[in-house]
């Protein structure tokens, strides 16, 4: 059974600092991994979506990396914004299952 | 474009008391997710629904449980009866198909007092 594992719950950096965020999972045969924004009383907001042939996938000040070996991945925030304040989810999508498994979540807050 | 829609978005019910969800999902998408997301956790998923037919509903508790998705379309997860633990969110999401990304919905918020 796929685990999705986020560390830490909860990350507060000034603004402006650069911070990335850890996603680890225990079975490394996972078809793609996607990170997702989700705002207070709101739904998730796809940010990067990274096949298990990719090692990596940008989006403006957005950086995803995978290691499928390690079963981690990492999202990587540039000159980070209040407005970046959300909580961030991880998900994967194993082989042969349409099924995303979540991550608990890291809720990020940037302090102006 | 519009995105997933899903009504109502708050509702506070007594236990016992029966609940309805409704989603309508992107246009032309095919499948459709339920998912329950409790308090500081990720979305657990409850039902998939290729076009009409439920693909993955392994995960419903389907003895107070039941959705449906009526031409392929529209879809509405029921509750009955509610009990106090079914207090979360309830998401709903659309793709074009299994493999592609899903778009959520902002979600129903259950109390159930």
């Known amino acids: 059974k796929q685990e999705v594992t986020q560390i830490p719950a909860a990350l507060s950096v000034p603004e402006g600092e650069n911070l990335v965020l850890n996603c680890s999972f225990t079975?490394?045969?996972?078809?793609?991994l996607q990170w997702f924004r989700q705002d207070p009383g709101k739904g998730l907001t796809s940010l990067l979506l990274?096949?298990?042939?990719?090692r990596e996938q940008t989006s403006g000040r957005l950086n995803a990396s995978l290691d499928k070996s390690s079963g981690r991945s990492t999202l990587y925030i540039a000159a980070s914004q209040p407005g970046d304040s959300a909580t961030y989810l991880c998900?994967?999508?194993?082989?042969?299952?349409?099924?995303?498994?979540f991550g608990t979540g890291t809720r990020l807050t940037i302090i102006p | 474009e519009a995105g997933v829609v899903q009504s109502p978005r708050y509702k506070i019910i007594e236990k016992k008391q029966p609940v309805a969800f409704w989603c309508n999902p992107i246009?032309?998408?095919?499948?459709l997710y339920w998912y329950l997301q409790n308090l500081g956790q990720g979305p657990e998923l409850l039902i998939r629904?290729?076009?009409?037919?439920?693909?993955?509903d392994s995960q419903l508790p389907k003895d107070r449980f039941s959705a449906e998705r009526l031409k392929g379309v529209d879809s509405t997860l029921k509750i009955q009866p509610a009990e106090l633990g079914d207090s979360a969110v309830y998401l709903c999401?659309?793709?074009?198909?299994?493999?592609?990304?899903?778009?959520f919905g902002p979600g129903t918020r259950l109390t159930v007092l």
């Open positions: 998900a994967v999508r194993n082989f042969g299952n349409e099924k995303l498994t």
């Open positions: 999401a659309s793709s074009l198909d299994g493999l592609h990304t899903q778009y």
């Open positions: 629904y290729e076009n009409e037919e439920a693909v993955d």
């Open positions: 246009s032309g998408h095919n499948t």
């Open positions: 990274i096949q298990s042939s990719q």
């Open positions: 079975d490394s045969a996972i078809y793609n």
